[in-house]
């Protein structure tokens, strides 16, 4: 097994004349000391528990590292001028190595070893083997250096940049619609799969979800101290439990890290928003020659958003898919015969901002309430062929300045001590707390249906004699904006969010040597979640009651129901809600509430396990692994908005709905317990023959019980064959499980609003969406191929390359079916589609509810191929490497239902996201990054491609395709010399030319979004971070 030693950016000459200052010590510090002293990258095979040599002094790197090995045993070789191979004199040749010889790397399918040399630390991602052979399955291994050169903001959004990475959850790709669900942190999405189908692993152990999406908020993870990345792209369920159906993401920590680093940044987009900084320092010290060791860090991280939506080009208007000729009437748009086309400048036709009277007597629809509260006939403007929408008439233009990406803080404190006992004897513990935050203003973009009645004052006190005698002791239905009031001091209107988390993880983990090379291991993990979200919002009963105003014992307005109900709502101020900044602005007060939820997720997990070798067989010993693990889980979700409690109308005319007038977030309580068993096992068949330098075969077997659901077994099998050293073969078949999350057993009911047009009434009407889980579900399952093979050239030194090809198909999906759009769309095209029966309507077939509880749907499969290349190459005093990552996207069919045929959305931008969204899914995805590194700078350039697809297979639209897209950043980084300091100063600039994401019109959440897909493409823009890293 061969591990990478990490070293500056700048690789240094073997012959180079360096200071040395080395006590004699552990064989492991020491190479991790010389490394940093020489600028010489060290691929170490198992190097024992040696002291080396002291060294001290000015010596060329080659002879410094020949007195640290004198009389260990140990050799070293050349692999090139800027790195050598350490290990036992009978080691193998420089080729052996498969570890990349270069900081920075990333690889597809190679054998991924720790950093630390003792087997003890050794971690390999994909498998729980820990010996020689190689996973079958295809990994990804990325150091942080490169994800911070690339992205500096954070780990994760570096790893968003990666091709296999696609829909994940942050603050720049979640659309700021609802507020009943986790609306930023980082929330890893492989292939598109859901974050709640990755398994986030740290150090090889499972973390506790972080909110009610069931999904591991990456920024509970001590950046600071994160050596390197591993991401297997293949399902594991076999190996680490359910969750890892996509695959999984492990975060390496550097623990055995002395010394103190700190860093300080700080960022600004091209607009002058987006203020971003980021402090941090972590330090560790060795004790006890070595045998205790403690790490710690801290950092904080703060960005300010972006506060408007208008701030960004294309905001400032409302953009709306409308039909190609607005004047044919007959037949459903977005067809062949009247395809979509986009329409600019438009208003909603269903509001007004200062009321539209939308039923009642015929001489008052369509009339709107002016300004200053005087009735007035609405314009709806020029028809652009979608029921609810005009160009250029009186409606509004949604909600140009909301927030579009919230502002958000991240903290994070760590530490972590391990202690070596002696004989094999081993012990760690580790503490961790983090806190995040985000907060937004987002807009209540309608009072939703209002019933007035004739006796109230300020309706009265607008209409004629003659227009009252019409509505004789009737009413009027009345739809509004609140824009009046989006601001950020009075807030009717706007919607001031916050959403908060704290977490704490304990870990803590014993292990020791049984006989032989045999060891066992124990594991026990704790951790608590605490996501607690609170949104200034309209208070259902208190708004109806302060708009059914009637005239009070002295003539002036009051709230009706202090009238006819005195106990309810004595300080109730009656509402005027006619005209444009009329009300009082104690009644918008009175209105208003705090809607709250709080979500808390823990986890408590044991794990026993042994490993080491079976047997010796002629290619080498059979390593086996045998363990079990047994954890809980526990979700509990409280809500001041719970709609299955109802909801006191007494004395409220008109009244109904749920506690507020947006959204009612239900509760949540339930847990369940798993007990597992697993073993695993690695046979070498051949190795060292003619066509098999390597053969070996790699099986995995899991059973797991869940206390909800009954027991299932899991599996994998898999190769690895190397007939030359110059390329091998691999290839695994995986039976994985994820059972239901427990906000999807438990969850209680949550109502949404939501404006969506319907074809069987040609009108867009405000539907509610009803979510909420099922304590029936059962686990998914899934079947995944890989198939691939890796290159490394004797031939062409510096030249490594994979190419792997995927397949994974998902039976019993755990999904909604449809969101409500692509529901009403379905239903359109095809009016006996089955989706159409989750449509509710009432007597007068109007829809008025659209059920959207989480289902085990028929199927979901994907299939494609992962391809990276690399080439690094000395170039004068300096060392040029180039890297091409990519992801073909071959089919992405789901099945939402036994009667419902599969739909193909590779390609497409048709695959239904949460509620009313889409996210598009290219077909091609990749990245090309060129860096020259020497010992005085650093300078790289990234290209990051995202390819063509289709608007819509469903839908027709007269300019369908999109085109790809390309996005250049760079980098620049500098060592400075500053006493005993060694800081480096680094520039990132992304986006470098601000290149736009390309339109892409919907009618999805209309007046809140840029036309475009904020899930794919950068809606920052051009942004430049600038800060310095300082090592001592």
């Known amino acids: 097994m061969a591990a990478a030693f990490p070293v500056p950016a700048a690789a240094q000459s073997l012959e180079e004349v360096r200071s040395f200052s080395i006590a004699s010590q552990s064989i492991a510090d020491a190479l991790i000391l010389f490394s940093r002293q020489s600028g010489v990258q060290i691929i170490s095979a198992s190097t024992g528990r040696q002291r080396s040599s002291a060294v001290k002094g000015k010596f060329p790197a080659r002879k410094a590292i020949s007195l640290i090995l004198d009389g260990t045993g140990l050799k070293w070789k050349r692999v090139d001028d800027h790195s050598i191979i350490v290990g036992p004199k009978s080691h193998a040749a420089p080729g052996a190595a498969d570890q990349p010889a270069h900081p920075g790397d990333l690889k597809f399918g190679g054998h991924i070893a720790s950093i630390a040399v003792p087997p003890s630390d050794i971690v390999v991602t994909g ?159 060795a004790l006890a020659e070595g045998r205790l060791r403690i790490q710690a860090s801290a950092e904080y991280y703060s960005n300010d958003g972006i506060p408007r939506r208008s701030a960004r080009p294309g905001g400032a208007d409302l953009w709306v898919t409308g039909a190609f000729d607005p004047t044919l009437q007959a037949g459903p748009f977005g067809t062949a015969d009247n395809p979509y086309v986009d329409y600019r400048n438009v208003t909603q036709t269903s509001f007004s901002p200062g009321g539209l009277i939308v039923s009642g007597p015929s001489g008052l629809i369509n009339q709107q309430f002016l300004p200053n509260g005087t009735l ?85 006190q607008q209409l004629t004699p003659a227009q009252l005698d019409a509505m004789g002791g009737g009413s009027v239905t009345l739809r509004r904006y609140f824009r009046e009031w989006d601001s950020r001091a009075s807030r009717l209107g706007a919607i001031p969010s916050k959403q908060s988390m704290r977490s704490i993880t304990v870990m803590t983990g014993l292990s020791g040597r049984l006989f032989g090379d045999w060891k066992w291991e124990t594991i026990f993990t704790y951790g608590l979640t605490d996501l607690r979200s609170r949104t200034q919002e309209i208070r259902g009963d208190r708004f109806l009651a302060a708009v059914d105003s009637a005239a009070g014992p002295d003539g002036s307005p009051v709230c009706r129901v202090t009238l006819v109900a005195p106990d309810r709502f004595r300080d109730c101020r009656p509402l005027n809600i006619f005209g444009v900044g009329r009300a009082d602005p104690g009644a918008v007060q009175w209105v208003l509430d705090e809607s709250r939820w709080r979500t808390r997720n823990s986890l408590s997990l044991g794990g026993l396990n042994i490993s080491g070798s079976l047997l010796s067989v002629p290619a080498g010993p059979v390593w086996f692994v045998l363990g079990g693990e047994i954890r809980r889980q526990h979700i509990s979700q409280t809500s001041n908005s719970d709609p299955a409690v109802p909801v006191d109308f007494t004395g409220i005319r008109g009244g109904n ?60 099998l898999g190769a690895a064959w190397q007939p030359i050293p110059d390329i091998s073969f691999r290839g695994a078949y995986s039976r994985d499980v994820r059972a239901p999350s427990l906000f999807e057993l438990f969850a209680g009911q949550t109502l949404l609003q939501n404006p969506v047009f319907d074809s069987v009434t040609n009108m867009t009407h405000i539907v509610l969406n009803r979510g909420g889980g099922d304590p029936n579900l059962t686990p998914e399952r899934a079947g995944t191929i890989t198939l691939g093979a890796a290159l490394r050239p004797r031939s062409l030194p510096g030249l490594t390359g994979s190419l792997y090809y995927f397949d994974i198909k998902i039976k019993n999906a755990i999904a909604t079916p449809g969101n409500t759009f692509q529901i009403f769309v379905a239903c359109a095209a095809n009016p006996a589609n089955p989706l159409c029966n989750l449509i509710k309507r009432d007597s007068s077939g109007k829809p008025v509810e659209v059920l959207g509880i989480s289902q085990n749907l028929s199927g979901l499969s994907i299939k494609g191929i992962d391809a990276d290349f690399r080439y690094s190459a000395k170039l004068g005093k300096g060392r040029l490497t180039g890297r091409l990552v990519a992801t073909y996207l071959m089919s992405y069919r789901r099945k939402d239902g036994s009667d419902v045929a599969s739909v193909e959305y590779a390609g497409t931008a048709d695959l239904p996201g949460f509620l009313a969204s889409t996210y598009p899914l290219p077909r091609l995805r990749g990245n090309i990054d060129l860096s020259y590194s020497s010992r005085h700078f650093t300078i790289g350039l990234q290209e990051r491609m995202i390819g063509a697809y289709a608007k819509s297979h469903i839908q027709h639209y007269l300019d369908n395709r999109v085109e790809p897209v390309f996005y250049t950043d760079i980098y620049v980084s500098k060592p400075l010399a500053l006493g005993g300091t060694r800081p480096e100063f680094f520039l990132t600039v992304n986006n470098l030319f601000n290149r736009k994401g390309p339109f892409f019109v919907t009618d999805q959440n209309p007046g809140t979004q840029l036309p475009t897909a904020r899930s794919v493409y950068d809606i920052v823009g051009r942004y430049a971070t600038i800060g310095i890293r300082a090592r001592f």
């Not at 909301?402 to 002696?422: K, L, N, W």
């Open 127 to 285: 498998s729980r083997i820990v010996g020689e052979g190689t996973p079958p399955t295809p990994s990804m291994a990325v150091s942080t250096d490169m994800l911070a050169a690339h992205a500096p903001g954070s780990i994760a959004e570096g790893l968003y940049q990666l091709p296999v990475f696609q829909g994940s959850i942050s603050a720049q790709q979640t659309q700021l619609v609802t507020t009943n669900r986790v609306r930023s942190g980082n929330y890893l999405n492989l292939r598109n799969l859901g974050p709640q189908r990755l398994l986030v692993l740290q150090d090889g152990y499972r973390l506790p979800p972080s909110g009610n999406n069931g999904g591991v908020d990456t920024n509970i993870i001590p950046q600071m101290l994160v050596e390197r990345v591993e991401v297997v792209t293949g399902g594991a369920s076999a190996v680490y439990g359910s969750d890892a159906v996509s695959g999984v993401v492990n975060y390496i920590l550097d623990k055995r890290f002395t010394g103190l680093k700190t860093l300080a940044q700080a960022g600004y987009s091209t607009y002058g928003d987006a203020f971003s900084y980021r402090l941090g320092a972590a330090g560790g010290v």
């Open 376 to 460: 007035a006939p609405f314009n709806p403007g020029a028809s652009i062929g979608r029921p609810g929408y005009g160009q250029g008439g009186d409606g509004p233009d949604g909600c140009v300045d909301c927030t579009y990406v919230p502002r958000t803080t991240t903290g994070q404190i760590f530490g972590r001590a391990s202690m070596d006992f002696g004989d094999g004897i081993e012990w760690f513990g580790q503490l961790s707390f983090n806190t995040a935050t985000n907060a937004a203003e987002n807009v209540n973009l309608f009072s939703g249906e209002v019933e007035v009645f004739a006796d109230n004052p300020y309706l009265r």
């Open 657 to 716: 709905g749920g506690v507020f007038r947006s959204t009612n977030v239900g509760v949540a309580d339930g847990a369940y317990t798993i007990r597992e068993i697993y073993a695993e096992t690695t046979v070498p068949l051949l190795k060292g023959v003619p066509f098999a330098d390597s053969l070996e075969v790699n099986g995995a077997y899991r059973y797991t019980h869940y206390s909800t659901s009954g027991s299932v077994e899991t599996f994998k």
